[in-house]
């Protein structure tokens, strides 16, 4: 394994030492001030060589791309030889087409500015829905999507043994689907209607939840209204719990309070956002990633398409 | 001249329009949304072809820049045949060096993502001190720093006959004396020490200012603590008036109220960043600037170079 050196930034530096941890290597944060005007400094540690993994989450990421821009370009100039993206929530990955005409498509747009700026990009479970791989929008050498369905259905047979797992709307399917499956929950799919930003109505499955410890299972949650709509109508048809977990515990402002008022009980998620939810640290599986990409494993073997199709 | 669009923003639409008439060119907004999780989505008008110039100034840039590049490259892929970015006040020109080991050159790294996106980028004025031409860091095909010295030269004259011009830092010095000398005012250098982003002495020039009419003048105010400093000591030295006049007037937070605490009587800018003391529109300028690129007389003369020259 070549030096590698993981760079934290200021609000992520607990999932970057982790990860710094698990990998045995040295771990330093980068320094980020922003000025009056709004315009950001990025300063980098020093005596930077070799494989440089900058980790960091990029929710709210309008200025972590420009601060990551800032340090990978100042890093490649300064002479470090790879440059790898660990993001464990990735942005942008929600507008994959032009929903309107004229829109632009960020998916696009951004996945080619991450190729831009880094050698390799690792995430997880990133929002893809009508693509299938990860690098048919992010052109880097390498770009892995990880899935954390097996790190949940671990932590839900340990915490909610016989539990009915809900999806909260059709995209869930597959990926819920395979959490049930591999660890033998019984789990529906519910129907979602999107009218704006904040307004949805969900349609419960045919599934009788009465009496049922349902968990409400996500890649993401952001405003909490999908969950807290599927909440309060399980609960009004006798579930004796309702808990959600999510990979990506986004949760804007007073997500945490609605999903609590719709009769939510616990609320997990990873630390790829952090947040008083997290309770599953993802470093072990990204270390893993990051050796692999290291030890150029992946040379013969396309990782990026197969974890995709483990999802 | 070929056929021009003019692409203005919400928060920008304004200039952009008046840009818009000063060509007789078609102006059309870009719509831009702000979802719940901090992404951005644009659309572009319809029917876009030809040469479009995007126009606004990028104060308090990263989601500007990000929306920016969503734009530019959905009009690029839309088949576009020439992008000119129009932005009176650019951002990140400032760091133009590492003030200390690891900081990253952002003024290098931004001027690089803006050639990327565009053919051409106009502006006004930028924060350029230890670099002579805006084209050495802003790689584009034509890379064009117009200056408004002329302008407030002319606004000075009208309204404030006899002044003393006060420039309220070295750098200051070279453009200050160039409105001096073409306008026939006398004026004088303030020496500044800075120990913060709010934090700065001010240290007057010999010059007498009593009984005098003084304006300062510098090519931005942010924070607006410099000038309050220079003021106050200006009137404490029995100066009769001191007003202000920027081109960029960026004014953060309190910093309008900090300077009528200090004694000032007038604040004016140009239009470069639309406020309350907005009252030299660089309509005409930029339209002049547009248009000679557009009809390629650039061609044999580096523009750019010439007009930098002229500060």
């Not at 991450?114 to 479970?125: P, Q, S, Y």
């Not at 995209?171 to 209607?193: M, T, Y």
């Not at 609605?258 to 009769?263: E, F, H, I, P």
Request: charged share 20%.
């Amino acid at each position: 394994m070549s030096a590698i050196t993981v760079l934290g930034f200021p609000d992520y530096a607990e999932p970057s030492q982790r990860l710094g941890s698990a990998l045995g290597a040295r771990h330093a944060l980068v320094d980020v001030h922003r000025f009056p005007d709004e315009e950001s400094r990025i300063t980098l540690p020093p005596a930077l060589a070799g494989h440089l993994v900058f980790c960091r989450s990029l929710d709210r990421p309008n200025d972590k791309l420009i601060e990551l821009l800032l340090a990978a370009r100042s890093a490649r100039d300064s002479g470090a030889a790879t440059l790898t993206l660990v993001a464990p929530y990735l942005c942008y990955m929600r507008q994959d087409i032009a929903f309107h005409p004229g829109e632009a498509v960020s998916q696009r747009i951004i996945g080619r500015m991450l190729a831009d700026m880094f050698d390799n990009v690792i995430t997880v479970d990133p929002h893809l829905h009508r693509i299938a791989r990860l690098d048919d929008v992010l052109p880097a050498r390498n770009a892995l999507a990880l899935s954390a369905a097996p790190l949940l259905g671990d932590f839900l047979c340990e915490h909610v043994p016989g539990a009915l797992l809900l999806g909260p709307d059709a995209e869930s399917r597959q990926w819920v689907g395979a959490i049930a499956e591999s660890h033998g929950f019984d789990f529906g799919v519910c129907i979602k209607v999107r009218s704006g930003d904040r307004n949805v109505t969900v349609e419960l499955p045919a599934v009788d939840c009465s009496r049922r410890n349902v968990v409400l299972v996500d890649d993401m949650a952001s405003t909490g209204c999908t969950l807290a709509a599927a909440a309060a109508q399980c609960l009004a048809r006798g579930a004796k719990s309702v808990d959600v977990l999510v990979v990506h515990g986004l949760f804007f402002g007073d997500a945490v309070d609605q999903l609590r008022q719709s009769g939510i009980g616990r609320i997990w998620s990873t630390d790829s956002i952090p947040h008083s939810t997290s309770v599953m640290p993802l470093a072990a599986m990204l270390a893993a990633a990051v050796r692999r990409l290291d030890e150029g494993a992946m040379a013969a073997r396309p990782i990026g398409n197969a974890e995709q199709e483990d999802r």
